[in-house]
């Protein structure tokens, strides 16, 4: 299993910017896959972005275009980068590592874009 401790949420002004970051316990070129995950009140969590090992990414369409998924080996850390933030991006975050087949997540870091 992987421990995952998610940082860098807070209230921001609609347009505005933020970055969330997920130390990871291993190395993450040595995970399958790192993501990123949001659940919103009263909705079902759902897949933000992933990076692999080899750093190949995939986003959501909702984010697309705002959000950038990175990876830093040396400080065994993923990286959401928002940008361009809406109200309906508020939610916790959640990171989300596989490691072996075995999925493991975050405490969750609450974002809330409002004015």
């Known amino acids: 299993q992987v421990q995952l401790v998610e940082s860098g949420g807070g209230l921001v002004q609609p347009g505005g910017s933020l970055r969330l970051s997920c130390a990871a316990s291993?190395?993450?070129?040595?995970?399958?896959?790192m993501a990123w995950y949001r659940q919103a009140p009263g909705k079902q969590r759902e897949l933000v972005a992933h990076?692999?090992?080899?750093?190949?990414?995939n986003y959501a369409d909702s984010v697309k275009g705002r959000f950038t998924i990175s990876g830093d080996n040396a400080k065994n850390t993923v990286y959401l980068q928002m940008s361009s933030l809406k109200p309906e991006d508020t939610a916790v975050y959640y990171c989300?590592?596989?490691?072996?087949?075995?999925?493991?997540w975050g405490q969750g870091t609450q974002v809330t874009v409002s004015s």
């Open positions: 989300n590592a596989v490691y072996l087949g075995a999925p493991s």
């Open positions: 291993k190395n993450i070129f040595r995970l399958n896959i």
């Open positions: 990076i692999t090992s080899s750093g190949s990414t």
